[in-house]
């Protein structure tokens, strides 16, 4: 089983841009589909960026165009390049991964990592 740690947030003043990582472990990361999610306090998870086959990227309404999920499967990384930063965006952020692309469309995991926080702010 893949493991996810995620890193890069921080605080960012509107406007500005921050890329988040993802360390996978595990071999099979390479035929995961990966997610990239966020978290505010008192909302659900929801998923901001999809993955699926290393190409097909999908994108929330909310961040298209702003956002791009990424991955690099020789070190066994995901990225998400946030640009336009809105206060908006101030989430915990958390990336994971399955073998089913269902899985990562619907953020059924059994288990996530500590996440990272980024906060847009003046």
């Known amino acids: 089983q893949v493991q996810f740690v995620e890193s890069g947030g921080g605080l960012v003043q509107p406007g500005g841009s921050l890329r988040l990582s993802c360390a996978a472990s595990g071999s099979l990361f390479s035929l995961y589909a990966m997610g990239w999610y966020r978290q505010v306090p008192g909302k659900q998870r929801e998923l901001v960026a999809s993955l699926i086959r290393g190409c097909i990227a999908d994108y929330a309404d909310c961040v298209t165009g702003r956002f791009t999920i990424s991955r690099d499967n020789v070190k066994n990384m995901a990225y998400l390049q946030m640009n336009s930063l809105q206060r908006e965006d101030t989430a915990v952020y958390y990336c994971?991964?399955?073998?089913?692309?269902?899985?990562?469309?619907?953020?059924?995991?059994?288990?996530w990592g500590q996440g990272t926080q980024v906060t847009v702010s003046s």
């Open positions: 994971n991964g399955d073998l089913h692309v269902a899985t990562v469309k619907a953020g059924g995991f059994g288990s």
